[in-house]
Antibody
């Protein structure tokens, strides 16, 4: 059974940093591209960042470029999102999602999400 | 403002068929496949349709997807109360070099 478990969320002040982790199990992690998707409570979904299975290719939304960095440790089956220079508008539930077959926009498994709150 | 455009709401009565549209452009839907997600209240999204019209195992055949040009549609037949949820379309955008979502459609079963 595929499982994705996010951790590392919480309250952080504007301008601060936070690192999210997503522990994966139930599939061959190193063969799967992974993503972060966020959702402001009560609002729609926003894709944040993606990384290839080997970690050699990454993509990010313009809204987080230069501030957020996606990475992975295939020896630990773990995906990360390093978030720096956080802003109030980064407050959201962050989901990690596994890429399915075909398009980069096919997310076949999702974690339960973790809340990040940026506030003073 | 989302790159992909969906109606904010849709509704139907049990047993009816409803469709939800998703409009894009040549850089996203026009050149790439579309996926649809269902998000029930308080839960993570779940893929309903991938590659325009493919259903993952476990998704009822009441759900179907299609694409034409720069638009896509999700159809739900024999509507049931448990279909009440938010629905999102998504695709890759070649110009933005990233994934784009529609703003979401809240489906109400009357």
């Amino acid at each position: 059974e595929v499982q994705l478990l996010e951790s590392g969320g919480g309250l952080v002040q504007p301008g601060g940093s936070l690192r999210l982790s997503c522990a994966a199990s139930g599939f061959t992690f190193s063969n799967s591209a992974m993503n972060w998707v966020r959702q402001v409570p009560g609002k729609g979904l926003e894709w944040v960042s993606a990384i290839s299975g080997g970690g050699d290719s990454t993509y990010s939304a313009d809204s987080v470029k230069g501030r957020f960095t996606i990475s992975r440790d295939n020896s630990k089956n773990t995906l990360y999102l390093q978030m720096n220079s956080l802003r109030a508008e980064d407050t959201a539930v962050y989901y990690c999602a596994k890429r399915g077959s075909g398009s980069w926009s096919n997310f076949d498994y999702w974690g339960q999400g973790i809340l990040v709150t940026v506030s003073s | 403002q989302s790159v992909l455009t969906q109606p904010p709401s849709a509704s139907g009565t049990p047993g009816q068929r409803v469709t939800i549209s998703c409009s894009g452009s040549s850089s996203n839907i026009g050149e790439n496949t579309v996926n649809w997600y269902q998000q029930l209240p308080g839960t993570a999204p779940k893929v309903l349709i991938y590659a325009n019209s493919q259903r993952p195992s476990g998704v009822p055949d009441r759900f179907s997807g299609s694409k034409s040009g720069t638009s896509a549609s999700l159809a739900i037949s024999c509507l049931q109360s448990e279909d009440e949820a938010n629905y999102y379309c998504a695709g890759w955008d070649d110009s933005l070099n990233g994934v784009v979502f529609g703003g979401g459609t809240k489906l109400t079963v009357l």
